[in-house]
């Protein structure tokens, strides 16, 4: 049993959008950072977008402008709205969770894969 689950890759056509979604198997509280990462074949991982629990935002610069990261704390959520996809976006997207409890704790999803090809 894994606490985070991936959902909405898929294949989509430059220039297209899709939604990637993360759930949480439980309740998040506390100073916490959900974040969006990606690995492509033969490449370093890579932070995609990130999220605090005060809602602070960051990016990566090579999305900045056509990705929105978002969390929705009712529903154990977070969420990464991707538009004008790039074949260079083309990646498994996998979701991290960063809380801390006495000690910094990560989990981590199983990830998802994005692909952007004609």
């Known amino acids: 049993q894994v606490p985070l689950v991936e959902s909405g890759g898929g294949l989509v056509q430059p220039g297209g959008s899709l939604r990637l979604s993360c759930a949480a198997s439980?309740?998040?509280?506390?100073?916490?950072?959900m974040g969006w990462y990606r690995q492509a074949p033969g490449k370093p991982r890579e932070l995609v977008a990130a999220?605090?629990?005060?809602?602070?935002?960051n990016y990566a610069d090579a999305v900045k402008g056509r990705f929105t990261i978002s969390r929705d704390n009712a529903k154990n959520t977070v969420y990464l709205q991707m538009n004008s996809l790039k074949p260079e976006d083309t990646a498994v997207y996998s979701c991290?969770?960063?809380?801390?409890?006495?000690?910094?704790?990560?989990?981590w999803g199983q990830g998802t894969q994005v692909t952007v090809s004609s």
């Open positions: 999220i605090t629990n005060a809602n602070y935002r």
């Open positions: 991290r969770l960063t809380y801390y409890l006495g000690y910094e704790h990560n989990y």
């Open positions: 439980g309740s998040i509280f506390g100073i916490n950072t």
